[in-house]
């Protein structure tokens, strides 16, 4: 269960519909359904005119036939966000009309949690109200979307569409109903995407599909050009690579395709709901289609990189990449990859936000991702897989990420005003994990339902717990990497106490005794993993042990040359680094950018354009592992911090 913030914490603006109701096309509705709401507004284009709109669970706004705006915040059931939409442009003097579909999912996923269906929405002219929702409001199923559809792309995604473009909505518009759902509105805390010009795509003409090269991988919605011979289902699927010069459409109980019903002659749609990532499309017809256009139109956050100018032309190419990978996961709010997930996790946003403040000198969007997390605190005081997730199996190293990025956030940008919402949370994760401090100085592994990740590596992913029950047998023991991340987080709240004239007071020599001599090999010279079972060491473990002040220089050089030792993971390689920059920054700087090269280049030589989950790529993880995630983008903080001598645009 969440843990709910009360009314002065969530910052509510009292000023926004003041006479708009919550509304629905009909009182029974069901997952996976398509409402349309029809109303006229009167509008003088010499004046500003404003749409303020929220929806449950996304949102198109058309104004005189024209998109106008699309995407609703991912948001919670008790905090809604709404959006503050300038659509002059689109307004003529006089009467206009406005269409909004709004798609309800109805399932929990982990970027969704479920709640009740409807729009609620106000048209300002000026400083006048000239709509707003309400019973009069007029409104329908909409049929040109399949209702019920139900057909998930993944579990952590949600539901794919299918639409109708041979048909027009039969259904007649009626009165709309009151939705059940609180007036609890707050504004959006960070910009809206932006569409971009089409991609070049190469179309091949196979045995019974077309296949469709983007060239890159690329995110963004469905758009469609095509010429039918008759009417006809399409079925397009897409996927990051080709297997046997085929898209892969079906991964395990994944199915990455969508569809689309085409009428006879030409068809012209683009999907505004649905984000899709990848770099191939197939398209299967029964009868002939000419495509004159069918590609992943892309989106992107409106911030602009900063252009490198580093003396090595692979820094340059790795810099490049980095940034389109960090620009292809960073929409709503930080994605971890926006192929299969697209859901925002604590430790991929933390490497996230700091290649964000290299490349765009941004700090707004990192803002309003650590405001949402704060608002995925769980009543046993942790926080929840991902913000917002329906579908929570909460991952305990993750809460402590929570004190690194927050504390990063407020040293570099010098605001203050987030710890309003995060310290709150801060302290009650401290005090969870207090708790769990046993009677030897450590904190034993967590039970069922928790999942004890670490990374993605031998020994450290625990993935059968995913899947676990709570009668499930589990051996309990004392993780290496978990009590140093709590050590490690630890000293982190202590600055951003001090922040607000704070303190923290923890006796950490006692803990650091218990982990020394609990987990030092010294026959080995390294730390082991954990308690249980046959020993193992690993590169993040050791490095922990080194981040919170138990060891130094000894560890750091078997962290390189040691052969025993299990390697860190892309994910991870910034504790790696950020260990022997403790130790000497001097006599490691040179490896760590050796090593970024050596890896990163390993992937551009493979036709990397943007950084992969894992160096194993998209065989990896039971072949589900993503062509594009957001941690992989670190190259941009460690160019930057370990090359001031270097330029970026022409200046130091």
Known sequence: MLQKFNRGELLMNEQRFKNSKWIWSRKEYGEDEYAEFKFDFSGDASRKIKVFIASDSNYNLYINGKIAAFGQYADYPFYKVYDELDVTKYCVNGVNEAHIIVWYYGKDTQTYIK???????????????????????????????????????????????????????????????????????????????????????????????????????????????????????????YSQFLEDGRVKRFINSMDFSVEYVAKEGKNEYVNYFRRLSGRYLEVFATYPIKINYLGIRPVKYPLEAKKPHYKSELRNKIYNVSVRTL??????????????????????????????????????????????????????????????????????????????????????????????????????????????????????????????????????????????????????????????????????????????????????????????????????????????????????????????????????EKLLSDKIIVPITLSMNTFLYEALLKVNKDKYKSFILNDIGKKYSRMLDAGATTFWETEEGAKSLANTGSLCHGWSAMPIYYYDLLNGEEYFNGTL
Request: glycine residues 6%; aromatic residues 14%.
């Open 115 to 237: 709640d009740a269906a409807g729009v609620i929405f106000e048209v300002v002219c000026g400083d006048k109200t000239v709509a707003y929702s309400s019973e009069d409001t007029l409104s329908r199923v909409c049929t040109l979307y399949e209702n019920g559809y139900k057909k998930l792309l993944t579990s952590q995604l949600g539901f794919s569409f299918k639409y109708y473009g041979n048909a027009h909505n039969g259904e007649s518009f009626t009165k709309s109903v009151i939705s059940e759902k609180s007036y609890n509105l707050n504004p959006r805390q960070n910009d809206k995407i932006i569409i971009l010009e089409r991609v070049p795509i190469t179309v091949t003409k196979l045995e019974n599909s077309y296949l469709i090269d983007l060239h890159e991988e690329t995110t963004g919605f469905l758009d469609l050009d095509i010429v039918s011979e008759k009417e006809q289902n399409v079925l397009i699927a």
């Open 327 to 556: 620009s292809a996961c960073m929409h709503e709010h930080y994605e971890d990859t926006p192929w299969r997930e697209q859901a925002l996790y604590t430790m991929d946003s933390r490497n996230e936000m700091l290649c964000t403040y290299v490349a765009y000198g941004d700090y707004k969007f990192a803002r309003s991702s650590l405001f949402l997390i704060s608002l995925g605190l769980r009543k046993d005081g942790l926080l929840s897989i991902c913000y917002p997730a329906g579908r929570d199996i909460p991952i305990p190293f993750f809460s402590l990420a929570y004190f690194i990025e927050v504390y990063e956030y407020v040293e570099k940008s010098g605001d203050k005003t987030i710890l309003t919402a995060a310290l709150p949370v801060l302290k009650t994760i401290i005090r969870t994990f207090e708790s769990k401090i046993e009677s030897n100085a450590l904190i034993a592994n967590f039970p069922y339902p928790y999942w004890n990740f670490y990374e993605w590596s031998a020994g450290s992913d625990n993935g059968d717990q995913i899947a676990r029950t709570e009668s499930d047998f589990y051996p309990r023991q004392f993780d290496l990497i978990l009590n140093c991340a709590f050590l490690y987080a630890v000293g982190y709240f202590k600055k951003i106490c001090a922040f607000v004239g704070e303190s923290y007071d923890f006796d950490e020599d006692a803990m650091k005794t218990a982990i020394k001599n609990t987990f030092y090999d010294e026959s080995k010279g390294l730390f082991k993993a954990t308690t249980v079972g046959k020993p193992y060491y690993t590169i993040l473990g050791n490095s922990l042990v080194i981040l919170c002040g138990i060891a130094g220089e000894e560890i750091a």
